[in-house]
């Protein structure tokens, strides 16, 4: 099968398309088919060098997949050869053929097409998990989110519109700030131009904000922590612009505020199969009412990868970005 692979750590002109056996399902896993692969951040820093995969995961790039289920391995439950899925995965989605673990398939609602299903699982898991079990928003909460026109962004802004909190982003374009605006986000905050703690304070009475949902870091570090409401959550979920920081910890105490973090590639199984199954049960639904949809920006034919990844590095995506295969 044809996969893309790396010859070097380093830009994206490292990357070329090899060749590898199909591998086989190993007990509680499916070998899927890929139509579509979804491009994400954590894609780039592999590629750098700055992002090694689990020792049980493929070194091959790409978390996740939307394609066609075509060989079950043993103990696989409630899914069958032919079913059209998008599954989360940690590592292998370059690929013609990718196995992933049964429990994080999920059926492609009927409305989505495969390109769009492929940029699915890596965000709304990631999504939801932080904000819905790590982390309990609820309605009429204020939350702000850094980097709105990312997919993180533009998955995270649906969702906690749909679930009826008030929703601050930053973006670092007018442009973008109107699209994140057409796809819930209450207010819009272009970050080359405004302060975005002095405009929440303006704007919230000097209450400030829940939850802030952060994949930037660095010197926004303080400000969030300066912009958060007695007993608010910071959650980092990336550090864009560096994670070593430096911040006046005595906030965090008269506060009382709590600062999170999580990475998905190395959650338990279980963890996973969690996720996917609450986002069946309350994502599923509103994807077929059409009041979330994946953001799908653009795509890229699986031989063109090194264009993908320019792409991404120059910040030019509105949402996710899939390879076709």
């Known amino acids: 099968m044809k996969v893309v692979e790396i010859k070097k750590h380093g830009g994206p002109e490292v990357l070329y ?23 994400n951040r954590p894609d780039i820093l592999q590629r750098e060098g700055g992002y090694p995969p689990p020792k049980d995961a493929s070194d091959i790039l790409g978390l996740e997949v939307s394609g066609e289920v075509v060989e079950l391995g043993e103990k696989t439950k409630n899914i069958k050869i032919g079913d059209k899925v ?8 370059y690929s013609e053929y990718c196995l992933a673990p049964y429990s994080q398939c999920l059926p492609i609602p009927k409305n989505i097409n495969f390109e769009e ?11 939801w998990f932080n904000l819905f079990i790590r982390n309990r928003i609820k309605k009429n909460e204020k939350i702000l989110i850094h980097g709105g026109s990312s997919g ?12 009826g909190l008030e929703v601050f982003i ?43 949902l952060d994949i930037v870091g660095g ?11 007695r007993n608010g959550t910071l959650i980092n979920i ?25 990475t998905l590639r ?9 996720i996917a199954k609450d986002l069946k049960k309350n994502i599923w639904p509103l994807i077929e009412k059409k009041k979330i949809k994946p953001v799908l920006c653009k795509t890229f034919p699986f031989n063109k990868v090194q264009d993908a990844h320019i792409y991404m590095d120059k910040g030019l995506h509105f949402g996710k970005i899939a390879l076709t295969i």
């Open 170 to 212: 930053t973006a670092r374009s007018d442009t973008k700030i109107q699209d994140c605006k057409k796809i819930g986000a209450d207010h819009g905050i272009n970050s080359k131009k405004i302060n975005f703690e002095e405009f929440i304070k303006k704007k919230t009475n000097n209450q400030g904000v829940d939850y802030i």
């Open 17 to 39: 398309i090899g060749s590898r056996p199909v591998p086989k399902p190993k007990k509680n896993e499916v070998l899927v088919k890929v139509k579509a692969a979804g491009v």
């Open 238 to 262: 990336g550090w864009l612009t560096g994670s070593v920081v430096r911040v006046n910890l005595m906030m965090i105490m008269l506060k009382r505020l709590v600062i999170t973090g999580s």
């Open 86 to 93: 998008c599954a989360l995965v940690s590592g292998g989605g």
């Open 219 to 229: 010197n926004y570090v303080q400000k969030n922590i300066n912009v958060l409401k």
């Open 152 to 163: 993180i962004g533009t998955t995270a802004i649906q969702f906690a519109k749909n679930f």
């Open 117 to 127: 299903a492929s940029t699915i699982p890596e965000t709304f898991f990631t999504v």
């Open 266 to 274: 190395i959650g338990s199984l279980e963890e996973k199969e969690k």
